[in-house]
């Protein structure tokens, strides 16, 4: 299992448009991707599972990316977590 953390940058916190990009990127792997808020979780691959999480700048959450390509999932979800959020 991989995972990171990330406090959230954006002004509006994770709105439509960065939640679609993260869902949209995270349907290409195969892994399972979650996405966690204090004790809440939420399903990266499904765009009710991100917003449902009402998360705002200065939120921290934590990732988590497990399966047969946790790595290059890992990798790539960070990165667009640091380009978009």
Known sequence: MK???YVIQDEQGIHARPAGILVKAAGTFKS????HKDK???DLK???????LCIK???????TVEGEDEAE?????E????ENL
């Open 3 to 5: 995972e990171f953390k």
């Open 32 to 35: 399972d991707i979650y996405i």
């Open 40 to 42: 809440k979780q939420g």
């Open 46 to 52: 499904r765009i009710f599972g991100v917003m449902g």
């Open 57 to 63: 700048k200065g939120d921290e959450i934590r990732v």
């Open 73 to 77: 999932a890992a990798e790539k979800i």
């Open 79 to 82: 990165m667009l977590f640091k």
